[in-house]
């Protein structure tokens, strides 16, 4: 079974672009959630989608939003980039959106904003 | 709003020693709770989690309601235990869903 994954796994941009990141879950899963991953905050849940619905949003501005489609594929978009928004971002899936489920990482995208 | 702190940034044991693995978190309430680990050049994984109850890899952790804690102990570190090790919380009231809340993490390092 193919895992978790994500494209693409690096990306530079400049302030001011915009940046579509893609995640394709594992096979039967609906669920996916999205983090961000930086050194100084470490890992922070993003939003999580569930059969094409958003199911929780965390604390980030409305340039951060994301989407999922009917096969479970989900994007999420940054608008009008900062360099604060340099960091990975994670994808995971599970098969429900139950809060004990097990969750299954990809590799990530290493977003670099100059 | 619930956090989790892991109070120790690196962890270094010897081989054949006990390892725990400290995580503290604060939440009004029943949460679920999860360790997560990433090896070397590897994705981040499930290790375990608090519902399951389950030993992997010769893990164990406890939820103590008392302290809110939920450490991770190992009885005798191996070599290839070197890892990040990240704590998580999910709360069950929040609405639904999945997310979750990580601690900083830990690195353990296991020396021969």
């Known amino acids: 079974k193919a895992g978790v994954t994500q494209t693409p796994r690096y990306l530079i941009k400049t302030r001011g672009q915009q940046v579509t990141l893609s995640c394709s879950p594992i096979s039967g899963h609906r669920s996916v959630s999205w983090y961000q991953q930086t050194p100084g905050q470490g890992l922070q849940f993003l939003f999580e989608y569930f059969s094409e619905t958003q199911r929780n949003k965390g604390n980030f501005p409305g340039r951060f939003s994301g989407r999922q489609f009917s096969n479970s594929r989900s994007e999420m978009n940054v608008s009008t980039l900062e360099l604060g928004d340099s960091a990975l971002y994670l994808c995971?899936?599970?098969?429900?959106?139950?809060?004990?489920?097990?969750?299954?990482f990809g590799s990530g995208t290493q977003l670099s904003v100059l | 709003a619930q956090r989790v702190t892991q109070p120790e940034k690196l962890l270094s044991v010897f081989k054949g020693a006990p390892v725990e693995l400290k995580c503290n978190y604060s939440?009004?309430?029943?949460?679920?709770l999860f360790w997560y680990v990433q090896y070397s050049r590897q994705r981040l994984q499930l290790l375990l989690r608090?519902?399951s109850r389950e030993s992997i890899k010769g893990f164990t952790a406890d939820l103590n309601k008392g302290e809110t804690s939920f450490h991770l102990k190992k009885p005798f570190a191996q070599e290839e235990d070197s890892a990040m090790y990240y704590c998580?919380?999910?709360?069950?009231?929040?609405?639904?869903?999945?997310?979750?809340?990580f601690g900083t993490g830990t690195q353990l390092k296991v020396e021969l």
């Open positions: 998580a919380l999910s709360d069950p009231l929040g609405g639904g869903g999945n997310k979750l809340t």
């Open positions: 939440y009004s309430g029943s949460p679920e």
């Open positions: 995971a899936s599970s098969r429900w959106d139950t809060p004990n489920e097990k969750l299954f």
């Open positions: 608090h519902i």
